[in-house]
């Protein structure tokens, strides 16, 4: 079954204690060992198998863990090469598909008008800026700066840039 929220239950010093911990689809461990290392997860797709999302970018690419009021956000997206193949955001606790199980996705609530403010204010800098990070400065969930970037460039307050850089955003 498709899971369609995380399941944190907890962390661990090492990956097969954690491993031990995952039961379900969507199921998630943290493993700090002096340091954060990584994400374990039961593959939210449900085909059984344990995800390992590096945490700690000494050990090459890195995913970036953020637990603002206790919920599980990654960035960015997790995307299996190979096995199930499959590609979603964790998004304070919630499991949004890309491009597969697309019907029933839910995106979290927050107050995108707030935030449209403060980042029409970090976009003063004049420049293409990510919306990592421009998420990075004023201390946001970066999948909601991006969300905020494309809802001010609809509003003709913001541009956005293409391809590689479609989540970059200027005054308009």
Not at 69 to 76: E, Q, S, V
Not at 107 to 127: F, N, W
């Amino acid at each position: 079954m498709v899971a369609r929220k995380v399941n944190l239950l907890g962390a661990a010093e090492y990956r097969d204690e954690g491993e031990n911990m995952l039961r379900t689809a969507g199921d998630a461990v943290v493993i700090r060992r002096g340091a954060l290392r990584s994400v374990l997860m039961s593959c939210p797709d449900g085909c059984g198998e344990t995800l390992v999302v590096n945490l700690d970018p000494r050990a090459g690419k890195a995913w970036k863990l953020d637990m603002r009021a206790g919920k599980t956000t990654l960035y960015p997206s997790v995307w299996r090469d190979g096995g199930c193949g499959s590609h979603f955001i964790v998004w304070r606790d919630q499991i949004v598909w890309c491009d597969r199980f697309e019907e029933g996705n839910v995106e979290p609530s927050y107050d995108i008008a707030a935030l449209q403010r403060r980042v029409l204010v970090a976009l003063q800098k004049g420049e293409l800026r990510s919306a990592e990070g421009i998420a990075a400065e004023i201390d946001e969930i970066p999948w909601e700066v991006a969300r905020a970037g494309h809802a001010l460039t609809r509003l003709g307050l913001a541009v956005s840039g293409s391809g590689k850089q479609r989540d970059w955003f200027a005054l308009a």
